[in-house]
Structures are given as C-alpha cells and as structure tokens.
C-alpha cells in the first residue's frame, strides 16, 4: 500500500506544470485523495480533496488555477497546476484521505515532489 | 476563519515528557489529528480523532482534546522522537483541511 510520486521540477512564473500520484494495494475509486504542500522551511498547507465521486475542493490561495483529475483505470492522481507563481514553490504531498466521524485525515502520505517556480 | 495555534519549539531531555500542544476556539468540538514529520520525510499520521493511534505507533504517545486546546504527549522521550509535529482538522462544513503551524521538538 503506497503512493508514489512523479512530476516534479522547475518552472517559469505563469507556467504549467502536471504532478501524478500513482497508487498502489487499493483504488482511486474507493478512496478520497488530498494534496497538501510545504513551502521551504515553513510548515505543511492543504490544497486540496478529490472524493471517490470525483468532485474536488480547493484551497482559495489555488482555486480557478489548480484542479485535480483522475485515470481510474490506472489508478492515477494528478495535480494540474496553472498560472504558477513564485509562492507556489514547495514540497507538494499526495495523501489519502481518511474520513471519520470527527473529521477527515491524511492517513497515508507520497514521498512529495518539489516545485520551483523561478524566473 | 479558524485558526490552529502551536508553539514553534519544544525542548525536553531524553526519558522525560514532551507536551505540544494545539489551540483553537472551541477545538474540543472538533476531532484533532497529528503527525509527526523527520527531517526530510513526509508527515506520519501518529494520532487521529483525538486520542487513536495508527496501527505500528507506539503507546507512549498519546492525545488529548478539551476546551480550547488538543495535546499530543510523548512519554519517555527518545532521541528518535526529534521532529516537527502538526496538529489538523477538518471543516466538513467548508470541505478543507487545517494545519496547525508546527512544533519542532528537539531533545536535549
């Protein structure tokens, strides 16, 4: 049971980058899938939740510029991130989400994928 | 909005009792979970919905939640345990997630 991540790089500001989260031991269709980011040396920011539906939420920081899509016959995640800005910059983190009664948590985690955003 | 509070730093000696503490308004209302994230690792979910524990997460650390404030406690500090802990919740009204801003705990 894991997630492996891929996609990550260097990018221009107002540029376009595709973050993939492969999962492996369960399926996409069954499962809620956040994503979660960590600036350099800061702490960790949620971005976003894509439920089993398909239908996702987004932080307000990345709403109307980053969307979530899903290859359910690969079990694949993806983070499509637009109109990048150097703020963007950070470790992105897939993670499946877990719901409970109290509240939904991260219980299993990528190993993250670094993005920079520079001119 | 919601905000979660911690405390940027915690020291304690090895064998001794680290308390992290997180508030929020009203957060007992809430179900807290925390992790625990090493130096160049992702986060570890160590305790959900208050006071569980994961499967593979040792009993001596352990979470509490009432009034204003939710405590992760770590008994018996080991060298091991030398990380930066978050608190989180989730708004199910708002659907997202919440981060508290970190505690690096370092042992002496």
């Known amino acids: 049971v894991q997630l492996v991540q891929s996609g990550g790089g260097s990018i221009q500001p107002g540029g376009s980058l595709r973050l993939s989260c492969a999962i492996s031991?369960?399926?996409?269709?069954?499962?809620?899938f956040g994503w979660v980011r960590q600036p350099p040396g800061k702490g960790l920011e949620w971005v976003s939740v894509?439920?089993?539906?398909?239908?996702?939420y987004y932080a307000e920081s990345v709403k109307g510029r980053f969307s979530v899509s899903r290859d359910t016959s690969k079990d694949l995640v993806f983070l499509q991130m637009n109109s990048l800005r150097a703020e963007d910059t950070a470790v992105y983190y897939c993670?499946?989400?877990?719901?409970?009664?109290?509240?939904?948590?991260?219980?299993?985690w990528g190993q993250g994928a670094l993005v920079t955003v520079s001119s | 909005s919601y905000v979660l509070t911690q405390a940027p730093s915690v020291s304690v000696a090895p064998g001794q009792t680290a308390r992290i503490t997180c508030g929020g308004n009203?957060?007992?209302?809430?179900?807290v979970h925390w992790y625990q994230q090493k130096a160049g690792q992702a986060p570890l979910l160590i305790i959900y919905?208050?006071?569980d524990r994961p499967s593979g997460i040792p009993e001596r650390i352990s979470g509490s939640n009432s009034g204003d404030t939710a405590t992760l406690t770590i008994s018996r500090v080991e060298a091991g345990d030398e990380a930066d802990y978050y608190c989180?919740?989730?708004?199910?009204?708002?659907?997202?997630?919440?981060f508290g801003g970190g505690t690096k705990l370092t042992v002496l």
């Open positions: 919905e208050d006071d």
């Open positions: 894509t439920y089993s539906d398909g239908s996702s």
């Open positions: 993670a499946r989400v877990a719901a409970g009664p109290s509240g939904s948590r991260f219980d299993l």
């Open positions: 009203r957060i007992g209302d809430k179900g």
């Open positions: 031991g369960f399926t996409v269709t069954s499962n809620y």
């Open positions: 989180q919740v989730w708004d199910g009204n708002s659907y997202f997630a919440l």
